[in-house]
């Protein structure tokens, strides 16, 4: 099971070659996967201090690319958990586009690790596991 949202690709995205440059993935999948939190009703980041939901941190980001996409692309974006640990979810997105006959061409694969954390004062972070009622919405998706 996973959450599916599109964007179109704005001309910012594009690189000097009129392609989408490899750095425009990072942000895309972070705005997926917090909206994929938000359709949960997961909170995406605690309101203060003294709030005690969790925040995730990331820990490892990584993006493969198989074929470009292009300014005005309509860009079809799958969020997907695969693994939840004790304080760790992987998530991974795929982006992929349509071609002239409706087939989808895959544009990018990415992979984000979070970490289940507290936010200490000043900033500091504490890995927690993450809450069970996080991770039965989680496992529902
Ligand atoms: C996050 C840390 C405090 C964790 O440190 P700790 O030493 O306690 O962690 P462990 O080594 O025990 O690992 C915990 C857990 O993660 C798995 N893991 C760790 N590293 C990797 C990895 N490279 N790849 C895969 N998995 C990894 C490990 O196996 C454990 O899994 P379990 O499930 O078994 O528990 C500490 O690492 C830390 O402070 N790191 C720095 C974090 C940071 O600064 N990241 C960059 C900025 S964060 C950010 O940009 C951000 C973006 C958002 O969109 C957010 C959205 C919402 C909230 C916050 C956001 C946010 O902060």
Redesign the pocket.
Known sequence: MSFRTRRIVEFRDTDAAGIVHFSAFFPWM?SA??EM?RSLGIK??PDSHDDPSV??????VSCDYANAARFEDWLDIEVSVV????????YEVTFSRQDGSGGAVPVAKGAT?????RLRPRGG???V??PDDIRVKLESL
């Open positions: 972070e996967e917090h939190l995406v980041l925040t995730w941190p990331r820990v490892s693994h939840i640990g004790r304080s760790s979810i992987r690790v979070v970490v289940c954390c972070l504490e890995k596991a993450i």
